[in-house]
């Protein structure tokens, strides 16, 4: 605001500065009437022109104020009260008040009117033309905008007061909800990965105990059955280690994962784990590589391997089949990622906050896993005649930077 104020007074200088140079005298006078025109004009072009520079002068030095408004009462004396100089004397006390305060405004609005008293007093023709009302208005107005200077500090100090707070909030809301995703994503890696592979570790060794208490207990099944243990064992312990490491690779925003072979070593390994058939192949354009950044690719993996243990567990599915790839879209390339299965399906009626309320998080960590990387995400009755299909769609222009998704 004290910018604008000082534009203002820019322009009623450059307008009135001819008067005041006509009218002071010849020699000496012109001579001081000019310093004084220039000396005003450059330093509220300083200030208007670079306020962050040279305002902080202006709040610590009250004298250069008093120092300009001297200035300009020499200009307004020579010019005359009835030009527009006169309206450089009413920002005054404006600026005063909005830099210093009530009291500064107090200072500067008594100053400036008396000088305008006094203008009109000195210049003879201004006092002839004039009545007493006319005089008065001036010195008036200066009073009104030094108490409009200093209601707009106190206005500007409040609002920057608040702005503060509010700022405060926002970034007590922003780390609140840091926290609280921190938590959901966790939660999401440890119900997608290890918690499942160690309930399927409980399981098995309730099953070796069983084998082993039991009075025709079967050496050969007993092995088989803690062999199936320490395999179980050992693949919690891999997907602790992948979890780790995946969760290190998101903070390198150099590295980038391609997700065609895993795709296709995961589905692999999970026609070995569960003998269910399982089989990848590419979609579209995607027979070559396709470089993700490493937060992108894991949540992708993860939502495959999700919908692939669904199927096993939850559909009475024989079949299961991956596929991935690169169409055109109407906003661009967009990466499609689609996992169908020949199961019953899921029931008509399912939503994600029905499956909430009821415990079965998995369909609810896919749909936020995808959203998490911009994605969109499907799931339920796809093309075929029977089965869910999960179908994902990743805009390649959402990937134009490889930094890791908080």
Known sequence: MCRQVFGFRLAMIALAAPAALLNAT??????????????????SYALFRDWERFGPLLLRHPTLLALDTLLTALLLISAG?????????????????????????AV???????????????????????GLAEKLLLPGLCVITGALGSSLRNLMLRFGTATQALTTIQARLAVTEAVSAERARLAREMHDSVAKTLHGVALAADGLALSAASASMDPARVSQQAELVARAARRAAAESRELLADLRRESDPDHATDITPELAART???TKRTGMAATYGTLGEAAHALPLPPAVARQLLTITEEAMENAHRHAAATRVDVRAGVRAGARG???????QDDGRGMPPDTTLEHLRRSGHFGVIGMAERAASIGAGIHIGKGTHARGTEVRLELPLAALTTTKATP
């Open 26 to 43: 010849p020699g000496l006078g012109t001579r001081l009437m000019g310093a004084a025109v220039v000396v005003t004009f450059m330093g």
């Open 268 to 270: 692999e390994a999970f």
């Open 108 to 130: 500067f609005a008594s100053v400036q009117s008396l000088i305008l008293l006094l203008a009109y007093a000195i210049n003879k023709e201004a006092q002839a033309g004039s």
């Open 333 to 339: 390339e967009v990466l499609c990622l689609t996992v």
């Open 81 to 105: 009260p009835d030009t527009t100089l006169a309206y450089v004397s009413v920002c005054t006390p404006l600026l005063a008040g909005i830099v210093y305060g009530y009291r500064g405004a």
